[in-house]
Nanobody, 123 residues
Framework: QVQLVESGGGSVQAGGSLRLSCAAS????????MAWARQAPGKERELVAG??????YVADSAKGRFTIYKDNAKNTFYLQMNSLQLEDTAMYYC??????????????????WGQGTQVTVSS
């Protein structure tokens, strides 16, 4: 049974930092497509960052502040979030899937998702 378990969410003041972790079981992350997405109340889920082998992607809204990286030995990937802003408040989800013929498909189509971890940024 495949599970992705997020941790590391919480409440933080604006300007602070958090590191989210996504630990996988029943599924080896090495060579897979991985992503972090978030959903704020009343808004659609949006992609925040993705990683595939050595390639990474970070959404413009998070560029320069968020970093995605992985630890194959721990079968875990992370989202380091610095300089958090009020608008970063959301439920954060990790997702993963095997690559398709030309790399990674849209994260919204990924097979495996975590249960979400809440990030709340206050002033």
């Amino acid at each position: 049974q495949v599970q992705l378990v997020e941790s590391g969410g919480g409440s933080v003041q604006a300007g602070g930092s958090l590191r989210l972790s996504c630990a996988a079981s029943g599924f080896t992350l090495s060579g897979k497509c991985m992503a972090w997405a978030r959903q704020a109340p009343g808004k659609e889920r949006e992609l925040v960052a993705g990683i595939y082998t050595r390639s990474t992607y970070v959404a413009d809204s998070a560029k320069g502040r968020f970093t995605i990286y992985k630890d194959n030995a721990k079968n875990t990937f992370y989202l380091q979030m610095n300089s958090l802003q009020l608008e970063d408040t959301a439920m954060y989800y990790c997702a993963a899937d095997s690559p398709v013929a030309r790399g990674c498909g849209a994260p919204s189509t990924y097979t495996y998702w975590g249960q979400g971890t809440q990030v709340t940024v206050s002033s």
